[in-house]
């Protein structure tokens, strides 16, 4: 399974990025938009953990992008907006799920789910280390509105 990490954050980017790789995961990371659209548009990814202030090209603009190359990539949006407009707005776009930060280990557990198919990771957890860590579903998990 390959990852891409899109945040501006060096230090959440590189939390992220440890954590999965940790896990045995191939993880990309990207701190900024323009240069994700171009690995987007070259790798193909299973997931994108998306941030939405980004340098380069906004989060929203990188998602609209991502959809034309590969419609059936899982984007989750991790994101300081919390307004309901911008979750709204985020799934509309495309996204699988949406959820803000800071975030803690259990909104993780409850709200990463919904954006993980079969085979992809079903939440994210803290390590001992303090690093985050996808940890593996369970059981499959769809979309309620897939067959």
């Known amino acids: 399974m390959r990852i891409l990490v899109v945040e501006d954050e060096?230090?959440?980017l590189e939390s992220?990025?440890?954590?999965?790789?940790?896990n045995s995961y191939a993880v990309d990371g990207?701190?900024?938009g323009c240069k994700a659209h171009e690995l987007v548009s070259v790798v193909e990814y299973d997931l994108v953990v998306l941030d939405l202030n980004l340098p380069g090209m906004d989060g929203f603009q990188l998602l609209r992008e991502i959809r034309t190359v590969n419609a059936e990539v899982k984007v989750l949006i991790l994101s300081a907006r919390d307004g309901l407009e911008d979750k709204v707005?985020?799934?509309d776009a495309g996204?699988?799920?949406?959820?803000?930060?800071p975030s803690t280990s259990q909104s993780w557990r409850?709200?990463?789910?919904?954006s993980c198919a079969a085979g992809l990771p079903s939440r994210i957890d803290f390590s001992p280390s303090g690093a985050l860590c996808?940890?593996?579903?369970?059981?499959?998990w769809r979309r309620p509105d897939s067959p």
């Open 10 to 12: 060096q230090d959440l």
């Open 16 to 22: 992220l990025v440890e954590g999965l790789r940790l």
């Open 30 to 32: 990207c701190d900024d």
């Open 89 to 91: 707005r985020g799934l």
């Open 95 to 101: 996204a699988n799920d949406y959820l803000t930060k």
């Open 110 to 114: 409850r709200g990463s789910g919904a």
């Open 134 to 140: 996808w940890i593996p579903p369970p059981t499959r």
